[in-house]
């Protein structure tokens, strides 16, 4: 019953700025990881910037220092802050997330994506 409902994407100028929010909702115990990943035409789905509870923080070289990505508990929701868009980071974006159920256990679902586009 948990879903993962992307918002946020759209056109965008190169240079500019955008906030894509994922929303969470369901049986979530709490949260282990969260993650966003982008798939550009004709290219492999990669990942672009990744934290865990553990204090993992994996972030692909083309966005350090442009990406962040941050969580808030009380609206079981996670953002991605772009800044200084390139045409480069076109693609359909994908959130994940990493939880535990009521029952203890650890799953992960994906969000259905939101379309990024970046051009003059």
């Known amino acids: 019953q948990v879903q993962l409902v992307e918002s946020g994407g759209g056109l965008v100028q190169p240079g500019g700025s955008l906030r894509l929010s994922c929303a969470a909702s369901?049986?979530?115990?709490?949260?282990?990881?969260m993650a966003w990943y982008r798939q550009a035409p004709g290219k492999e789905r990669e990942l672009v910037t990744a934290?865990?509870?553990?204090?993992?923080?994996n972030t692909a070289d083309s966005v350090k220092g442009r990406f962040t990505i941050s969580r808030d508990n009380v609206k079981n929701a996670m953002y991605l802050k772009m800044n200084s868009l390139k045409p480069e980071d076109t693609a359909v974006y994908y959130c994940?997330?990493?939880?535990?159920?009521?029952?203890?256990?650890?799953?992960?679902?994906w969000g259905q994506g939101t379309l990024v586009t970046v051009s003059a």
């Open positions: 934290v865990t509870n553990g204090g993992m923080n």
């Open positions: 369901g049986n979530i115990l709490s949260i282990y990881a």
């Open positions: 994940r997330l990493g939880y535990r159920d009521s029952k203890g256990g650890y799953l992960e679902i």
